[in-house]
């Protein structure tokens, strides 16, 4: 059997893998705070029927090797941390991130989580937390009138009896945020390429700053990502003719013996 049979077969399948991972791209377009993710690819192992520098004849060494490569292969997904269009709704509970940096949530199971997305709630015991009603930490004493959430974290309310300070927003970095783990639900989670969150004040150290009212759409481009399904799809078309001519050449080959 023609080895272009199995080699366009991964070329087919790693095609159709940035189809779904364009699809989910698409599917996020208005979510708050997602991250567009990208495939990284390497090829696969060489056949190698003769070693580059090898002797090619008596006293002459070949200047280039001969080797047939079998295809490629998916080396990793990478999320792309570029930052998303701010878009205004006036919501006091609304916060964006301008910058670098994510929220360290807390889920109803106990663990930490990380997240970009800044649509906040106050549940019923008043305190803050996101949609999924993982919370953050802060807490919101009854009778508020109104929230001030600074661009360095700080969260005050003014009640009846005046202003006061309940407690601040810090943001976490990571050295390597691309090694963090989607969860869904709009969460993120520490692994080991991620490297350990350093949490720090928005807007000191590298850390983004925050703006109220304000919240960070998907990074995701429409005409981007439609251009890269176009590229995909004529990719595995043409990863599929390469099939279709394999089968074409062994079909000639056995007729040659009627």
């Given amino acids: 059997m023609l080895r272009a049979f199995s080699t366009a077969a991964t070329g087919m399948m790693a095609q159709q893998m940035i189809v779904d991972t364009i699809a989910n791209n698409l599917a996020n377009m208005n979510t708050t705070g997602f991250k567009r993710s990208q495939v990284d690819f390497q ?9 580059a520098g090898a002797e090619a004849a008596a006293g002459v060494v070949a200047p280039t090797g001969l080797e047939i490569g079998s295809g490629v292969k998916a080396a990793g997904t990478t999320k792309v941390y570029t930052q998303g269009e701010q878009e205004k709704t006036d919501r006091s509970l609304d916060v964006s991130i301008q910058g670098e940096g994510f929220f360290q949530v807390t889920t109803p199971a106990g663990e930490i989580r990380y ?10 015991d008043g305190n803050l937390v996101t949609s999924n009603g993982d919370t953050l930490g802060i807490t919101i004493p009854a009778g508020t009138k109104s929230i001030s959430i600074a661009a360095d974290g700080t969260v005050s309310v003014t009640t009846s009896t005046g202003t006061s300070n309940v407690g601040s927003l810090q943001l976490v970095r990571f050295m390597n945020p691309a090694g963090l783990s989607s969860q869904g639900d709009n969460l993120l989670s520490e692994t080991a390429a991620s490297g350990s969150p350093t949490a720090g004040t928005p807007g000191q150290d590298g850390l983004g700053t925050l703006q109220q009212g304000f919240l960070e759409r998907s990074n995701v ?4 990502e439609l251009v890269n399904l176009i590229k995909a799809q004529r990719a595995y078309e043409i990863n599929s003719r390469a099939i279709r001519a394999g089968d074409d050449m062994l079909t000639t080959a056995n007729q040659l013996v009627r």
Avoid at 43 to 51: F, G
Avoid at 221 to 224: E, K, L
């Fill in 43 to 51: 090829d696969l192992m060489y056949v190698k029927l003769r070693e």
């Fill in 221 to 224: 481009q429409m005409v981007t």
């Fill in 115 to 124: 997240t970009r997305g800044g649509n906040f709630n106050i549940n019923a």
